[in-house]
């Protein structure tokens, strides 16, 4: 598992490119077993995933009937839910780098969208943390995720430019495959493990 120092490093990168230099590419281990290694970040995700679990599980039992169980199950199938919105993007990220002819990308892409996902899993569950501590701000809060969620949005459309060049086709497409496909599986994914607190 990459250490701390190892996971700034990239991160670092990460916020040149956000920043549109191009030298943050050459912070992020691009290799084969770069790759390989960035599927680490799944792993340093998980406490702050875990945070934001807590705030689902707790946003679940408020929605339904008095004695609901949200035990241990309730974890597990979040846990499923995240893991499986994690591969299948990449996995379609990997067909269309097929079809597209890019499939030289594909590792760049996987890389920098791995990484990204550690500091959006901590700003995640730190804004779920101050819905718990602060409740009354709540709609300050939801503004802010907003914002996170274009931040994220806009620094993949960064990286994918970086990565892939100023193609307007091959960048929409693949923000695309990378963003829509999560969203709606984890809607329906929620819905039919019966996690879903809406």
């Known amino acids: 598992m990459p250490p701390f120092p ?3 490093f990239y991160i670092s990168g990460l916020w040149l490119l956000f920043k549109g230099d191009a030298q943050g590419l050459q912070r992020l281990d691009m290799t084969d077993r770069g ?17 934001y679990w807590t705030g689902m599980r707790f946003a679940f039992l408020s929605a339904s009937t008095e004695g609901t169980k949200a035990g241990l199950g ?52 730190v804004l779920t943390l101050l819905l718990f501590l602060v409740p009354f701000a709540a709609g300050l809060i939801a503004l802010v995720q907003l914002a996170l969620l274009i931040a994220t949005i806009f620094a993949i459309s960064r990286f994918v430019r970086q990565i892939c060049g100023p193609e307007p086709l091959v960048v929409a497409t693949t923000m695309l495959v990378l963003l829509v496909p999560g969203l709606i599986v984890a809607d329906l994914l929620q819905s039919y493990l019966g996690v879903s607190p809406y």
């Open 74 to 125: 309730f974890y597990l199938r979040l846990f499923m839910v995240e893991a499986i919105n994690w591969i299948l993007p990449l996995t379609l990220l990997g067909v269309l780098c097929l079809l597209l002819k890019t499939e030289r990308k594909f590792t760049a892409i996987v890389v920098a969208t791995n990484w990204l996902s550690v500091p959006i899993s901590y700003a995640y569950a």
């Open 6 to 8: 190892e996971v700034k």
């Open 35 to 51: 790759m390989m290694r960035s599927f680490w970040a799944f792993v340093w995700c998980l406490p702050a995933m875990f945070v």
